[in-house]
């Protein structure tokens, strides 16, 4: 790692801890030059290709799932934490999966499973353009399928 102060392409650990549970590392690094201490960040990254609809392949981009998310979000009492928590579980679960690509329509089901436990208006918003309703009467089925889903005869019965 090259030095910030003095550019010395070299440089020793002096202390490593994982933060934000097991996902990055925060090392403590010292210049064998010039003795100054400085901090480094590695966040760990797994390539995973995201096969999209139309068969094109992308990078996974967990920002662009909490910005898809957020915009379902907009204007509802959520925090940035909670969207930011949804997300890392839904990457994790894709990784979890073992595969080296998965497909746009398994994240965006996980999306909208999370979405429908946490706000279901949110869930509305984002199954209304996931799901690319034609019409009103297709958003009217989806929003019956909500209300007399599974996770509400738990809470009723």
């Known amino acids: 790692m090259r030095c910030p102060f003095c550019?010395?392409?070299d440089s020793r650990v002096v202390d490593s801890r994982d933060i934000e549970a097991g996902e990055s590392i925060r090392r403590r690094r010292e210049c064998p030059s010039c003795?100054?201490?400085?901090?480094?960040?590695?966040r760990v990254t797994l390539s995973l290709q995201v096969v999209k609809r139309g068969g094109r392949?992308?990078?996974?981009?967990?920002?662009?799932?909490?910005?898809?998310?957020?915009k379902a979000c907009e204007k509802r009492d959520l925090s940035v934490e909670a969207i930011e928590a949804v997300a890392r579980d839904i990457e994790n679960r894709v990784h979890r999966l073992g595969a080296p690509e998965v497909?746009?329509?398994?994240?965006?089901?996980?999306?909208?499973?999370?979405?429908?436990?946490?706000?279901?208006?949110?869930?509305?918003?984002?199954?209304?353009?996931?799901?690319?309703?034609?019409d009103i009467e297709d958003m009217r089925v989806e929003m019956e399928r909500l209300t007399t889903g599974p996770s509400l005869e738990q809470h009723v019965g």
């Open 57 to 70: 392949r992308e990078e996974f981009d967990r920002q662009k799932l909490i910005t898809n998310m957020w």
């Open 103 to 134: 497909r746009s329509t398994v994240i965006g089901e996980y999306a909208m499973e999370a979405l429908r436990e946490l706000d279901q208006i949110a869930y509305i918003r984002f199954a209304s353009v996931y799901k690319s309703f034609a």
């Open 7 to 9: 550019g010395h392409n």
């Open 35 to 42: 003795g100054q201490r400085f901090r480094t960040y590695e």
